[in-house]
């Protein structure tokens, strides 16, 4: 079964860098969800989007924006780069009104 | 506001012991409750859900939780453990079948001892 794909899977970025992650829904899931799960942390949520139209927003830092395509691909854009953003970034997609299947995740490593 | 608090960050059983991972959760509407696991450096696996109907719902590898009301918990439990069930484990709630975001705990890591 098709899953969430999310790239890169490593990423390692210098401080006040940008760096982009990529999420690609299962097909037919129509909501997409970041999170961002910190060393021995729990993951917090982001933001996310139906049917590529913010949906709820978390405690996202104003330097993150992301935006969901019309194929329902979703992208996460981070400027100026800290320490403190080095962390798992997870995706997950779910029909509407449906469990969230999360992707493997990208490790951002920032230095 | 939601939250939920999972009792015990570490958790060691032997294997072929029961395990069980405690979760209560705290909200104002009628929650939907998840179990998902995590193994190192992968992504999380949803083990099962609780969202309306049967209290006791069972989910892959043989985990089975029961959602109690009036203790507000769902607790993840598995008659006998493997090594194969060493991992994180955390639980997670949403107000809408997992349609809203979810909220999740601090996670539990499993130790499975030969």
């Known amino acids: 079964a098709a899953g969430v794909i999310q790239s890169p899977r490593h990423l390692i970025k210098e401080k006040r860098e940008t760096a982009t992650l990529k999420c690609y829904p299962i097909?037919?899931?129509?909501?997409v969800y970041w999170y961002q799960q910190g060393p021995g942390q729990d993951p917090q949520f982001l933001i996310s989007f139906y049917e590529k139209m913010q949906s709820d927003k978390g405690s996202i830092p104003d330097r993150f924006s992301a935006q969901q395509f019309s194929d329902y691909h979703s992208e996460l854009n981070m400027s100026s780069l800290e320490l403190g953003d080095s962390a798992l970034y997870f995706c997950?997609?779910?029909?509407?009104?449906?469990?969230?299947?999360f992707g493997p995740g990208t490790r951002l490593t920032v230095t | 506001a939601q939250s939920v608090t999972q009792l015990g960050s570490h958790v060691s059983v032997s294997e072929g012991a029961l395990v069980l991972l405690r979760c209560n959760y705290s909200s104002s509407v009628p929650p939907y409750l998840f179990w998902y696991v995590q193994y190192p450096n992968q992504g999380l696996q949803l083990l099962l859900k609780y969202t309306t109907g049967a209290t006791l719902v069972k989910g892959i590898n043989g985990f089975e939780a029961e959602f109690k009301k009036s203790e507000t918990s769902f607790h993840l439990t598995k008659p006998s453990a493997h090594m194969s069930d060493a991992a994180e484990y955390f639980c997670?709630?949403?107000?809408?079948?997992?349609?809203?975001?979810?909220?999740f705990g601090k996670g539990t890591k499993l130790t499975v001892n030969p």
């Open positions: 997670a709630c949403s107000t809408q079948g997992g349609s809203e975001k979810l909220v």
């Open positions: 997950a997609s779910s029909p509407y009104l449906a469990e969230q299947y």
């Open positions: 097909p037919r899931h129509d909501t």
